[in-house]
């Protein structure tokens, strides 16, 4: 079979997907474009690197005149479904960015595209393809927690850069000691923080094989001088359709190096992964309470993955898996039901604060029941346990 004939839109973030997909097995990369001189420029030089004969050009219509058979949608967030769209009505299949729609309009739009055209739609949440997020769910199919009854998720990434200026984004005081004149609020500036919760929200539907159902939510006060337009930070608390409590916190504006820290609750045991620490701890059905926790040294990667690759290897797996898929005739590994499943419950959960935290429902946006998760099909469950750290053992 032929290869996949690839483009990209957008190369700040797309770089990462230029990269990746231009070492991919079973993709040619054809083409990319950026409005953007400098990032085109960074793009030509890692083409040249490559000995690829991919096109660098400024317009998305240019790129689709090369006819790829598929589009790395890596543009402006709020500009995501527009641009999914563009590409499936032109014929191609669509890996997007989160989060990859901006409204809950938007959202259902991406939908009703993805079944009027019938094309092949995968979100590129790459935080689902981290390696400890493979134990968590092996430990709750092996029932070494009992029952899962709560599941936690917070995103800590401090993101002050929310003026666009032509050669990218800087904090509002830069603007103003520098007396930049062409600055403009970039898509992040006014986005409700919990609105980005796909990296949260979407591994750990995963993991528990749920859909969230309802929400409530409440937002900080909006202190932070370089991002006065949205709150400092957001914590939802979501019911699913199998009876799991979710609370996700999300904070762009609290200045602290960047982490992610997920947690597990269970009537007989437990899990947590922070990545400060790059280990997961685990306690267990069979455990006693006073020898503490099991620690595992699990991170974002498998010790064969490429961790050159963006996000612990993360990154070069969304490509590997979107390849495969559609050169293989399966599945899309988070579809557009999956993908909506992520990012409209923080859109609704910001309604809910908007309501001083009354609860609203979430739709249920699949034409069929939901009856399972096909992620693990995709990336498979590990046979046995990571080995365990010397921690236990010298304590």
């Not at 990369?29 to 083409?47: E, K, P, S, Y």
């Not at 094309?119 to 009992?146: H, P, S």
């Not at 005081?173 to 923080?193: F, L, Q, Y």
């Not at 006693?288 to 040294?297: A, D, L, M, N, S």
Request: charged share 25%.
């Amino acid at each position: 079979m032929p290869n996949i004939r690839v483009g990209i839109l957008g190369l700040r973030r797309g770089f990462t997907h230029l990269r990746n997909f231009l070492h991919a097995d079973g993709a040619d990369v054809i083409g990319a474009c950026d409005r953007v001189q400098a990032n085109r420029d960074r793009g030509t030089a890692l083409v040249a690197e490559s000995g690829s004969q991919t096109h660098i050009v400024e317009e998305f219509n240019d790129l689709l005149a090369m006819k790829p058979d598929a589009i790395v949608v890596a543009s402006n967030g709020s500009l995501h479904v527009e641009h999914s769209i563009q590409a499936m009505e032109a014929g191609c299949a669509v890996l997007c960015e989160v989060p990859g729609a901006f409204t809950p309009e938007e959202s259902w739009r991406l939908r009703e595209c993805v079944q009027r055209t019938g094309a092949f739609y995968m979100l590129a949440e790459n935080t689902c393809f981290w390696d400890f997020f493979r134990y968590f769910r092996k430990w709750i199919v092996e029932e070494q927690f009992g029952s899962v009854s709560i599941a936690e998720g917070e995103y800590l990434h401090y993101l002050p850069n929310t003026m666009l200026t032509p050669q990218g984004t800087v904090p509002p005081s830069r603007v103003k000691t520098e007396g930049i004149t062409d600055a403009v609020p970039s898509w992040r500036a006014a986005m409700p923080p919990i609105q980005y919760l796909t990296h949260d929200l979407g591994p750990l539907l995963e993991i528990l094989d749920d859909r969230a159902v309802s929400v409530t939510c409440q937002s900080a006060a909006s202190r932070s001088e370089e991002a006065p337009l949205r709150s400092d930070g957001q914590i939802a608390l979501f019911q699913t359709a199998k009876g799991h409590l979710i609370k996700i916190m999300v904070t762009l504006n609290t200045r602290r190096p960047e982490e992610h820290r997920y947690r597990l609750f269970g009537t007989l045991g437990s899990a947590e992964w922070f990545r400060y620490e790059g280990y997961a701890r685990r306690f267990t059905r069979t455990m006693e309470t006073k020898e503490g926790w099991e620690v595992f040294p699990v991170g974002f990667a498998a010790r064969d993955d490429d961790t050159t690759t963006g996000h612990g290897g993360a990154d070069l797996k969304v490509a590997t898996a979107f390849t495969n898929a559609l050169s293989e005739g399966r599945p899309s590994p988070i579809d557009v039901y999956r993908a909506m499943e992520y990012h409209l419950p923080g859109m609704l959960a910001h309604r809910s604060a908007e309501l001083g935290g009354a609860p609203v429902a979430i739709p249920d946006v699949r034409t069929t029941p939901f009856e399972g998760t096909d992620f693990w099909n995709v990336v498979g469950l590990p046979d046995v346990d990571p080995p365990r750290s010397l921690y236990n053992e010298t304590r």
